[in-house]
Structure formats: C-alpha cells, structure tokens
C-alpha cells in the first residue's frame, strides 16, 4: 500500500483496509483460456488469485524435499522407508514438472517475457527457469538410464532449494524500495521489528525465525529417546549449532536497531534497555544453554542445561499479543490472586497437617510427615485424586470429602478472576480503540499512519473485518448525532427527552474518553488543589473512572 494514501469514509472499504486475502479475485471469464489462467494461477498483480496459495505449496514442498534430503543419509531411517522416500520424490517431481510447463505455457502473459521476440524460449534461460529444469532433471536422467553419481544426482535435487528464491527475490526488492534512502541500521531494523518499511520481508524473517525454534524444539524432544538420539547424534549437533547460530544473530540484529524504536534512543541506555525486555530475555535464554556448554564443560558437567534449550519456544510468544494481554490481565488482578493464594496455602498447610495427624499411625509410610501429607493435600483440594495415596481411617475419610467439596470452590476462584479479567481487559481495550477511531474520523478521512494503527490493533485484540466494520459504524453514528445535538441550544434539548438522553450519552462518553486520554493523576491533583469540582461532580468522574478500571 502507498504512503500517505487517504481513505474517504464515504469510500471505505475495511477489508481492503485491513488487508484480508479473502477477497474473491476479479477476473473475466471471457478471456482467451492462457490469459485467464495465468490470472488465477500466476498473476501477483490480481487480489484473491491463487498465486500466493501456489507459491505456499510449493514452498513448503522444496523445505520438505530437503528434510528428505537430510534424512536418506540416515541409513538407519532410509532402508526400512525405500518405497516411500521413492513414492515421495516421484510426487514432488511429478508437481514440479507441472509447474515448469505451467510457467513455460504462461510466458507469453508474464510481464518479464510479454515484450520478447520469443516469449518461450526467453523464459527457458531465465534464471528461474534453469533453477526449475535443475529441481527436476536427475529424475529423468536417472529414468533415460544416464549413469550418474549418488553424490551428484544429491547434489542436484538438493538444488530445489533455490527454487525458494521465486518467493525471496520479489520480497527482497519490495524491502528494498520500501527502505530506499534509510541507513543500514534501519533497513536491520525494519527486517527485525514490525514497521511499515518491513514488507513481506519481515513476515518472511518472522516464519524463518518461527519455523526454527519449532525445529530446534522438536529436536530437543526427540533427542531425549535415546533409540532416535543414538541415530541421528551428529545430525541433532549440527542442528543445534545451526539454529544458535541463527539466534545469535537474531539476538544482535535486534540490540543492534533497537535504537530505532521510540523510547529505546539512547545507544547505550536504550541497548541496555531492550536487553532487559521480556522478550529479549527470551531470546538470551534461547542461546545461553549452548555456549555455557561449550565453554565451561571441562570445569563442570553442564549437560542438564540441555533441557533448558526448550525456552526457545517461549520465543513464539513474540508473535501472539495474547501473552501481553494476559500478562496485563495478571498484573492488575494480582492482590486478589495473592489473596487467593495465600487462603490456598493456609488450607493446603492446615489439611496436610491434619491429615498426618489421622492417618500417620495407620499409614506411616504414606504419611511419613507433614511435607509427605502436602502433596496429597494438594491433589485432594485440586479433585485430581492419583490414588497413590488415600486416607483409611474414618476421620481421615471423612476429612477427604470436606477438603473435595472444598476444593472445587477454592481452586476455582483463580481460573474464574483470570477469565473474566481478561474479557474485561479486551472490552477495556476495544473501547480504547472505539475512542481512537472517534478521534480519527472528525476530519472525515482516514490517513495511512491511521490505517496502520487500525491493522495493528484489530490484529492484536483479534477483531474479524465485520467487528472492525461494525465498530466504525458505530463511532460514525455517534459522531454524526454529536454533531447534531451541538447544532441545536440547551434548551431546544432539554425540551425533547429522546435528544437529551442522546446529549447526555455524548457528554458521558466524552468523560469517558477523557479519563482514557489524560493524565489522570495531573488532573485529580489540580482539581483538589483548584477546588474546582463540586462533590457530584467528583463522584461522577470516580464512578466513571472505576468502571474503565
């Protein structure tokens, strides 16, 4: 989308605004047949085709085709799996070769080879092309009997790879128009940190980023059965190395352009700043495991911190504002929870203790001590009941079925606060966004520095394009029966009760945005000192206050 491009409310479309790929593609049917194929299947031009759903599958087959790669110089994985290895590289070349004479038969529309002399044989040496033709040629040198060395015939097919540089290349140099002019720290920076100069770049990078830390996780699992750790050991360190590597540089790139963001603009303060954020933590913790390893291992056996390694997928987080909403939801709950917990505690003690004191005679071995008696305290309040350990006697028995009935009420109060304090959080928040959009839409447009708030927000508190749509409906109505009522005099108003009540909603929705929008501290503390404000008029600001809390 241009910069600076404005959209006309009378002219708003909020799912183009939003960016949604659900749009039904526009095209004729009445074209010539290669025209109109090329229009579904090729053209990046047309929205709603299916040229990125091509490009996808095809990607995700060239990733897979090299796992397969990988995994035939496992003997011991490759010999029990001939026929499917084989079945599996006879549907990828079979898909391939359909999409090199798709490309071939469409060339003519492509607008790289349109204007040559020979459209054909333009695209047949292009560079693409020649990467295409070398995905699939040791196939069928292999099928016309040409003897070919294994390692060759592997190293050709592992050529498929490049075929990802059809999705790579058109990002690249969208990346960098986008960041024409900008120094090198701020093309990191748009790489790394979400920005309007990131393009499909930075989507790129993030999957990238994504896709290791579920492979290096994955690994770390598997490496912990020690028939599949015994197999693939060297394959598994090579993993290893390679996916610390790669956050490593993450982990830099980020501290190296953070600088770039408000609020982290100091070169030394703002590093040490963003070092210290959650997130950043995550990703130090991501490689910490490895180079402790490798540097201390001849002072102390450091293999333990292998399991550690699973914090990597805590760096998913980054990518789900969830987490922050619920990090919110935690922090503002939290005396309550405390206080929760804390009533947990005195029972889970005052149970344990108890139960030891019935049941230790009966039972020594079980309830050997109070610490023993806690853990069945614990899993009796929170009605699981292992069976591994249960009372015998008759008070022990009885206190049982008081401490279950309890239970369910106690344990459940902190689910209950976190769930409704969530719902109140993304209410709260939505109609933050509410009084935003009723800011943006005074002047009758929205500008692209606004759109792009609008994306962000809907994307984070998880808003569909009739949610989005029907909330900017709302804030056009209210804003236009605003303006309406200010038109008319106080008493005009006060003589229609339907219009003073809609007069009255607008004033204490005004508050309301005002309370979201100010310094409420700063004008508490001027009001007191101003005397300003008559005690009803204090009490309503408080009500109205609280509610937003």
């Known amino acids: 989308m241009e910069q600076n491009k404005s959209y006309k409310l009378e002219d708003l479309d909020v799912q183009s605004l939003l960016g949604n790929q659900d749009i039904v593609a526009d095209i004729a049917s009445d074209l010539p047949f290669r025209k109109w194929l090329y229009s579904w299947l090729l053209d990046p031009n047309i929205p709603g085709n299916y040229q990125k759903a ?42 391939f070769t359909i999409e090199y004479a798709v490309r071939f038969y469409l060339a003519p529309e492509d607008e790289e080879f349109k204007t040559k002399k020979n459209a054909h044989v333009s695209y047949l040496f292009s560079p693409f092309a020649i990467i295409d033709f070398l995905a699939i040629a040791p196939f069928y040198l292999k099928l016309l009997g040409i003897p070919l060395d294994l390692r060759i015939l592997r190293f050709l097919r592992l050529l498929r790879i490049l075929k990802l540089f059809r999705i790579l290349i058109p990002a690249y140099a969208d990346f960098v128009k986008l960041n024409q002019g900008r120094t090198f720290r701020q093309r990191v920076h748009a790489l790394v940190f979400p920005s309007a100069f990131g393009g499909k770049m930075q989507e790129i990078f993030d999957a990238f980023i994504g896709v290791w830390v579920l492979l290096s996780v994955f690994a770390v699992i598997m490496e912990s059965m020690a028939s599949v750790s015994y197999i693939l050991n060297l394959q598994f360190v090579i993993l290893d190395s390679v996916a610390v590597g790669i956050f490593t540089i993450e982990y830099c790139m980020r501290i190296y352009s953070c600088v770039e963001e408000p609020g982290f603009k100091s070169p030394i303060g703002g590093r040490f700043k963003q070092a210290k954020t959650a997130s950043t933590l995550i990703d130090f913790l991501a490689i910490l495991p490895f180079f402790l390893e490798v540097f201390l291992h001849h002072l102390i056996d450091l293999r333990f911190l292998r399991v550690f390694r699973l914090a990597r997928l805590l760096k998913l987080t980054r990518y789900n504002d969830a987490t922050a909403i619920l990090v919110k939801v935690v922090v503002r709950e939290w005396p309550v929870m405390s206080a929760s917990a804390f009533i947990m505690m005195l029972l889970v003690v005052l149970t344990a203790s108890l139960g030891y004191l019935f049941e230790h005679e009966a039972q020594p071995e079980k309830f050997e001590n109070i610490p023993q008696s806690i853990y069945w305290a614990v899993i009796t309040l929170a009605s699981v009941g292992y069976g591994d350990i249960s009372p015998v006697t008759p008070m022990g028995r009885a206190m049982t079925i008081v401490l279950a009935l309890i239970g369910i009420g106690i344990f459940a109060i902190p689910a209950a606060l976190l769930s409704s304090a ?128």
């Open 54 to 95: 091509v490009d996808k599958w095809i990607g995700l087959l060239i990733v897979a085709n090299l796992f397969v790669l990988v995994f035939e110089h496992v003997p011991a994985l490759y010999e029990p799996y001939k026929g499917f290895y084989h079945v599996f590289d006879i549907f990828s070349v079979i898909v």
């Open 422 to 549: 969530f719902s109140d959080q993304l209410v709260k928040e939505r109609e933050a966004l509410k009084a935003n959009l009723f800011e943006m839409l005074k002047d009758g447009h929205i500008d692209e520095d606004e759109a792009n708030f609008i994306r962000q927000e809907s994307k984070r508190l998880h808003l569909t394009t009739e949610e989005v749509n029907a909330l900017i409906e709302m804030v056009q109505r209210e804003n236009e029966a605003a303006h309406n009522i200010k038109e008319l005099p106080i008493h005009v108003i006060a003589e229609r009760p339907e219009i003073a009540v809609e007069h009255y909603k607008m004033l204490v929705g005004q508050i309301r945005q005002l309370s979201m929008l100010t310094d409420t501290t700063k004008f508490e503390q001027t009001a007191k000192e101003s005397d300003s404000l008559t005690a009803t008029e204090w009490s309503l600001w408080q009500s109205i206050k609280a509610k937003q809390n």
